[in-house]
């Protein structure tokens, strides 16, 4: 009977099998079966999906056995009940996964974060734009997403044009595999999560999907130099969230963001930039142009409706409404992964976290930049955003202003 | 092509390393993920492989407590916290004072190490206002 006990795994870098927790559903570290999004719980690509479960050698009659259990799973989580959730994550037979379906898991990770669907069609070779991927743009060729819809929970469900493109080569997929590793380092932040379509990415700048995968960088070895790890990241983190640029608004994304982290610079370096590369600044897609913005008094980056406590992220992110374009709604106070009882109570999420006096309005490049002071590690293990979470909600509160602060979204 | 710190490296070598990635840290800004890295890459192998030769390697961290650049110092008073608790304690401390990267870490860093009693208040030390 032993023999065939499984048991859940705790999240993290350690966990070789099945979790599933308040945050979703993981195989190994880096794949998610379920994700929580700002909308609810959703499943993985089914494509991602079959393929995990060939990798993991779930032997199953049904190819999207893993796929309909994810959906199952999602359903639980949706409805609040964690321990049915966990209940059908201790069916999928996976107990300890070896290093080699790890790393598969990894790479199945990656090229799923950054928009890969193995189930959507490419155009012929040797037609005009061969290779590349069917979704995105006009629509035209109609992506198989085998059924999925904004409303079926499927992470994949995007509004045609909003879809991040996929790696363009095999070569593309190789560069994002380190990208990754740091990518889900700040994974449980909101700001990933609320990587839902119609994310204030409504710009003029934004192009069909083939066009999104960030231009090559002319090569990046281990050993060039050290912001290129910031810099990668960022264009998971926009392809991610949905935003697709052109490639010279990549390449003035890297460019800026390079800027903006250096010491001591200061907004007059953006602009200059503009003004050397011939950008007209009212051209530029809202997540550059909000990258300009000046700090402002806290009071101007957050809601003007009544203050207000919820006990949820969604009835709150219901109240607050969409933020506006180039902008995210960021925690003060992380919502993810508390475990002091001041936070973790009812009263606690309410009055604390949940809250309106908690949320601010973050440009999302700077957005970005909190989360990368969220994952330094004082001490080579703990990160900061797990240190912050021993202290009482007001000295987190505070040095979460100290944050803002230094990214330059208040003053 | 970077040499990577290994057992043939005597302990000079190794705190040279470190200053020389804390330096290159410091350049890294607000960009955190740049400056984790650094970190993962070249200080916290050269860091461990110090610590593994016991508390007289790690010693020789002191003198760079009064390093002109303020990364170095942080690295030296996190990784050589043990060995002059009251001194690297005090440098963290003043680098705390500043609202940049460093400071934000060495206010972390004595949150790690001294638990979440006993570090200083950020409102005080940041000009935090509502």
Redesign the interface.
Known sequence: MFETMRRLHPRGAANRGVCVDGDGAMLGPDWALVERAAAGYRVAQRGASRDVQKALLIDRDAPDWLFEQGQRIADALNRGEVALAQIYGLRIPAREIDGGQLKRLASIATLTKSGFDPDEPRIPAGQPRGGEWTTGGNGSGGSDNSGASPDSGDISARPSGERAAPPATASRSEEFAPVRA?FF?HQSNDGANNAAPGRGNSDANIVPASYTVAPSRGGRD??SS?????VA?LEAYLIEAGYNLTPEMWKAVRALYRL??????TLSSLWSYLAENGLNFDELPSIIRSLFDAPKP?AELQTNKPPAGFYSEAELKRYLGDPPPGYEWHHIIEQNGQFRPDLTSPEGIRTWIQNTANMVMVPVIKHY?I??????????T?T?RT??K???PA?QR??G???L???GVIR | ??EKPGSAWNDDRLIDYIRKWAI??????????????????YI?PA??ALKRRGSSSVSKLLPLLHHSNADVRLAAA?IAYEADKPECRKVLEELAKT???AG??A???L???E??DA?P???AL?G?K?
């Open positions: 740091q380092d281990a050993s050290a912001d290129e790890s910031g990241g903006y982290v250096t010491p001591g610079s806290l930049c989360n990368g002071i969220m994952s330094r590690k004082p001490n080579g703990l900061v240190a912050l021993f202290h009482e000295f505070d040095v202003f100290g944050f602060k230094f990214c | 092509m970077i290159e840290r410091s350049k890294c800004g607000r960009d955190g993920y740049a400056a984790n890295r650094i970190d993962e890459r916290f860091a461990n996190s609202l940049n990267m934000i870490m206010l972390m860093t949150s790690v190490k638990g979440p570090v208040n950020p409102r940041w935090i509502e």
